[in-house]
């Protein structure tokens, strides 16, 4: 079932990534680096830090042939139909809700600290962003405009770590736990939520 979750997560990564690249006006060759990119960067730097080799992508030929279907998928749904409204957001909550818990999983399973595991589902569900965003030349990445997303992720890991405590099957403790991340990233989309922000000298009326 993980493995599956997983092919669903990267394929949502693989597409915000196709997404991201046409709306940067890139030609399709970057539409397929910035697939794989942000598919697998999460994981592959998860990996590096609990110094797991070889890196997990290189030995799964059914993942790699994932992304690059749903990179060309992706590639040739653009040629012929409009770009819908929000849908690399969507597309990118996706990704992000599946692949935070799945970085949650492997943290476990290596049996390092709780907090560990909590900065490495982050990390794992951030990454793959991060690494679009700036190959796309946007500065600042969606995670440092939008408040609600290394805490949505930050909430799905704690949530599934909690569930994990309480001896909860993985099954439904995956499924909750990415619900709450999705959730909790459709919300700041559709209803502008954010954490408090500290206000601004002009906001004082100084200069």
């Not at 110094?51 to 042939?65: N, S």
């Not at 279907?69 to 990118?92: A, M, N």
């Not at 793959?128 to 799905?156: I, N, Q, S, W």
């Amino acid at each position: 079932m993980l493995h599956v979750l997983y092919l669903v997560g990267v394929s949502a990564f693989a597409a915000s990534g196709v997404l991201a690249a046409h709306r940067a006006n890139m030609d399709p060759f970057g539409g397929l680096v910035l697939a794989f990119a942000a598919a697998v960067s999460g994981g592959t730097l998860r990996d590096l830090i609990l110094d797991r080799h070889p890196l997990y992508w290189t030995q799964d030929w059914v993942l790699l042939t994932v992304i690059a279907c749903v990179g060309v998928g992706t590639i040739f749904y653009l040629r012929f139909w409009k770009l819908p409204h929000r849908s690399l957001l969507v597309v990118d909550a996706i990704g992000l809700a599946v692949v935070t818990v799945i970085g949650a999983r492997a943290a476990l399973d290596s049996g390092v600290t709780p907090l560990a595991v909590l900065i490495l589902a982050v990390l794992t569900g951030v990454t793959g962003e991060v690494v679009r965003d700036v190959l796309c030349g946007e500065f600042p990445p969606l995670l440092l405009r939008e408040d609600v997303y290394a805490t949505a992720a930050f909430a799905g890991a704690l949530c599934y770590l909690v569930l994990h405590w309480l001896e909860v099957a993985q099954g439904p403790a995956t499924v909750v736990s990415a619900g709450l991340v999705f959730a909790l990233r459709l919300a700041a989309m559709f209803f502008g939520l954010h954490l408090p922000r500290p206000r601004r000298d002009e906001d004082h009326g100084t200069v």
